[in-house]
């Protein structure tokens, strides 16, 4: 998987409860950090779980086009709407709990991937120029 399923933001809504129904909110994927907060420029997250607290994310069966439903191991659901059919694809794979962590160095790759070296590759230096080859004048 690439690296910007790791940090990821952007509105999704939410289901709250019966009384308060669906209500928008700022998502943002940190690293293993999934919070919402209020509005994009609210400092204090509403709420935040962690991807290893994360069992599973399913297509919703109310609304498959758009909704989701991410699935916590306590066994509370977080119902969720994105925007269009690609932003919800979007957010599922980022949160997939088996989900490659690219921030450890040593995460294998996935099937169909090859492994990229953790430093650069260095040019091998060839042999010296001749003497005769170098201007001196």
Same mark, same amino acid.
């Given at each position: 998987?690439?690296? &910007? #399923?790791? $940090? /990821?933001? !952007? %509105?999704?809504? @939410?289901y709250k409860n019966?009384?308060?129904?669906? +209500? ?25 779980t962690t991807r ?16 989701? &439903? #991410?699935? $916590? /191991?306590? !066994? %509370?659901?977080? @119902? ?7 932003? +919800?694809?979007?957010w599922m794979t ?44």
């Amino acid at each position: 998987m690439s690296s &910007e #399923i790791r $940090l /990821k933001e !952007g %509105e999704l809504t @939410k289901y709250k409860n019966m009384l308060q129904g669906w +209500k928008n909110y700022h998502f943002k994927l940190e690293s293993s950090y999934l919070h919402y907060y209020k509005t994009k420029y609210t400092r204090e997250p509403l709420g935040t779980t962690t991807r290893g607290k994360i069992s599973k994310v399913t297509e919703s069966k109310d609304n498959p086009l758009i909704g989701f &439903e #991410i699935h $916590l /191991k306590s !066994g %509370e659901i977080w @119902k969720l709407k994105a925007a269009n059919h690609e932003e +919800k694809i979007n957010w599922m794979t980022a949160l997939k709990p088996d989900s490659v962590d690219l921030f450890k160095s040593n995460a294998a790759p996935l099937s169909g991937q090859q492994a990229s070296p953790s430093v650069p590759p260095q040019e091998q230096p060839g042999p010296p120029p001749a003497y005769e080859d170098i201007n001196f004048s």
